[in-house]
């Protein structure tokens, strides 16, 4: 298989994608946030011993040792292909998502018939290279075999626990962190005050007839691991609506005693995003809760401004740029991230940054909404560090300056 079709596969295994309808949109990196577990009915747990991770020499992951891992999502079939994404993450980050090896439709695509193969080659892979492993992710409407939701919702709440268990189990000790569940809060944002949230409308929420999915998750995941930390992950939390579903969402498991212990921001970011409305979704978690750990999990920056009815029916979106990316969104990109990996950095709660993808070519926004040459990464298409990467490590890089 030639990397462009593994990475095209990748794609299209992990994305049946996620409908983003506007601008869509590890570990412990020595931040002092504690797991929560408040009053569950799973035994207290302990705080995790310190990853045995790695900080390669000038990069991201060593100048914000002490701060935050620095990571990124790869899939096995890169790995198989000795693709140069690999030897880019192995120099590079002391953290790694599998991109989709740990996704129900790929774990268990036939109820109870587990396949443990690929996943486990990624995990151990990450491992022996230095990385800590964030799981991603237990529950999510996508990549889910419809069996899931077969049943009543007994039958569906003993399913899915049987599954947590399973999976959870299998990797107690190697996945540090799971994305517990992923993109369940409303993405109905456009009404304002008038939006139905916090839940989304899922086939989750349908099936049960209610959020309390959520819940089980969460609980069956501790059970199975009472040492990992267990994540709410969601997109779009820079949008202050879509936000104060997301923290109602985790005040109500906290208020629950669900042992919730931190919450991802997916951070798929656009040309007009700004640092200060990703740091201002940091903020409004820490000041709305006491210890609960922020992790960004799917950053990347698209060079495209888009439409909604780009993302929603792949019209009226902004013509290919071709092979090289304008040198005016290269320079706004690096200063977005140099700024926002500074904020991060300044924020005690934000323990692990995580880049989806490795190379800017094996991002989903090159096929999504529409194929495009995309550049939403740190690396180039020849893994060589961007103008983004520069501004991030070397605080006397100039943007713009010519190197
Ligand atoms: C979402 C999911 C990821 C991935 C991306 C697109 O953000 O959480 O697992 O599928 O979409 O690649």
Not at 24 to 32: F, L
Not at 135 to 161: C, K, M, N, S
Not at 192 to 200: A, M, T, Y
Request: net charge negative.
């Amino acid at each position: 298989m030639s990397i462009f079709s593994a990475k095209k596969t990748a794609f299209l295994m992990s994305a049946a994608m996620v409908l983003m309808l506007t601008a869509c949109g590890g570990g412990s990196g020595g931040g002092s946030a504690l797991p929560l577990n408040n009053g569950s009915s799973t035994p207290p747990i302990s705080p995790p011993p310190p990853p045995v991770v790695s900080a390669p020499a000038n990069t991201i992951s060593a100048k914000f040792h002490g701060n935050f891992l620095f990571g990124g999502a790869l899939n096995s079939f890169q790995i198989d292909a000795g693709d140069l994404a690999v030897d880019v993450a192995t120099a590079h980050f002391n953290s790694l998502t599998p991109e989709f090896q740990l996704k129900a439709d790929v774990l268990a695509p036939t109820e109870g018939a587990y396949d443990f193969t690929r996943a486990d080659q990624i995990v151990n892979w990450a491992i022996e290279n230095g990385m800590e492993v964030r799981g991603h992710a237990l529950v999510w409407h996508e990549a889910t075999p419809d069996y899931f939701y077969e049943g009543t919702p007994e039958q569906i709440r003993a399913r899915l626990e049987d599954y947590i268990t399973t999976v959870v189990t299998h990797f107690r000790g190697r996945v540090k962190v799971w994305d517990v569940v992923n993109e369940v809060t409303s993405v109905d944002i456009y009404d304002g005050e008038n939006g139905v949230g916090p839940d989304r409308d899922t086939g989750w929420y349908q099936a049960v007839g209610s959020a309390d999915y959520i819940d089980w998750a969460f609980h069956a995941a501790r059970a199975a691991d009472p040492d990992a930390l267990l994540f709410l992950n969601d997109y779009e939390t820079e949008n202050p609506i879509k936000r104060a579903w997301f923290i109602e969402i985790a005040q109500r498991l906290i208020d629950r005693g669900v042992p919730i212990d931190g919450v991802g921001h997916q951070m798929h970011l656009q040309p007009n995003s700004t640092a200060t409305e990703v740091l201002a979704a940091i903020d409004d978690v820490d000041n709305q809760f006491l210890g609960l750990i922020n992790h960004i999990t799917e950053l990347d920056m698209s060079a495209y401004d888009n439409p909604g009815e780009c993302w929603v029916s792949q019209t009226n979106c902004q013509p290919d740029f071709g092979p090289v990316a304008p040198t005016e969104f290269l320079e706004a990109q690096a200063q977005l991230m140099r700024d926002l990996f500074n904020g991060l950095a300044q924020r005690p709660s934000v323990e692990s940054v995580t880049q989806w993808g490795v190379l800017d070519d094996d991002n989903w926004l090159n096929f999504t909404p529409v194929e495009r040459n995309n550049f939403p990464l740190l690396f180039d298409r020849n893994g060589n560090p961007k103008s983004a990467y520069e501004a991030i490590v070397d605080d006397d890089y100039v943007i713009g300056g010519g190197g």
